[in-house]
């Protein structure tokens, strides 16, 4: 059981869901399902980002146990990688703010066309 | 059929590149580089017991600055967006009157919604939390007003200013640091020794504070943008 | 060494269940089915970052991610409904 440890699935279930948010974005043609596909993209990204800061079998990234867990300098040997949390927190919030505003240009789109497939959009076209 | 084809070399491309990665990742078993940094000396500098509030608001608080600008700049593109029309502002679509139960049930949850949401923006550096999830809770308890009463008018103005002042008040603190402690977004501006006692509500120096603002300013921006998808459901 | 091998058993089945999920959001000809398992997605994946020790980042995925991201797809897919009918 050596070679299964949760980071190698974790990360096996990031990059399975990135494949798949790229799938969906590449060959699907209703406006709505596309952007379904970057939200599942997103998701898998950060889980993969997550999951490179996984040291096994330690505990969360909080000293909650009082000064006296300081005094030892047992911290370094007891929490897992703060520092890919804290850029993964950031990047969720950015996904969101991204997501709302496709779903906005779409509703623009919706109500200027009355269709949501993107071959009909072909006003640039030559 | 040719676009069936390059579809899927794409994706073998990125499936050979995802498959290196995966079979050259060994489990790790102890920190290394800055992060040893900061589990050994994150708790005397910054006094915080949660090292990723540490880390997000104090070591890299010039990325909650950029996330924040980025947040503002949706908000107010979707504002721009979505606007109504002028004569389409006089017509009103009533909606048919929403079932009792949820009227009375968020009469119950709302103002217990809000106080968590406070309570895990204040307690930030205690506890798992902070300014963005306790943002995120309020913006759900505005999100619940609104679905049951649809016709509600929220207050533009008090959304607005909340913001602006969050906004600015952020980066004035921000610049207090350069000049009371060591540079842009140092949380010692009460002083060298002051951090307080590790572990307790009032301690950490500026970071309840900094968190706190930036809470109210991310609840305020996720509540603007869903009053704005609201209002655009009574056009016809 | 029970506990890993139950966190190890509990992430097999949430990874094949998510995966699963991610193909019927996108197969799907349905766009509210689509929607819900979009968010299901993004709840199981709050689940796997508690198992990693994270749990900051499972908080603001399950309030974020899960909570308003479909709520906001589903004003949209309402808006788009009532225009059409």
Redesign the interface.
Known sequence: ?EY??????????G??????????L???K?I??I???F??LD?GI??SI???G???????????N??AQ?EN?N???S?????P??????A??????????M??????L??AK?T?EINKFNDLKW | MLRNILIAIVLAVFAYMFYNVYSAYEARTELTGIAQHFAQNGATEVGAPNLVTAIVVTYRGFDTLGEVTILFLTASIIAFFLKLKDEEKETKILHRDTSELLVTASQVLIPIMFMFGIYVFINGHLTPGGGFQGGAIIATGVALMIMANPNIQINQTVIHWVESISGVSFVLIGILGIVLAGGFLDNKIFGENSLGEFGTLFSAGAIPIIYSLVGLKVGAEISNILNKYQKSQKEL | MNKEIVFIGIAIILGIVSIVLALIAIHNKKLSVAVIAAGVVSLFASVLYLLMAAPDVAMTEAAIGSGLSTLIFFYVLNKIKRTNA
Do not use: C, R
Request: net charge positive; proline share 2%; charged share 10%.
């Open positions: 059981m299964f440890e949760l980071g190698h699935i974790s990360l096996a279930i990059f399975i869901l990135i494949i798949v948010g790229f799938w969906g590449l060959t699907q209703n709505i399902k952007i379904i596909a939200s599942i998701t950060n889980i997550v999951s490179l996984y040291v096994v079998g330690k505990t969360a990234p909080i000293i909650d009082s000064v300081l300098h911290v370094v040997n929490i897992v990688d703060p520092v949390q804290a850029l993964v927190l950031t969720i919030v950015i996904g969101f703010g991204v997501t709302a505003l779903l906005a240009y779409a509703m623009k919706f109500t009355k949501l």
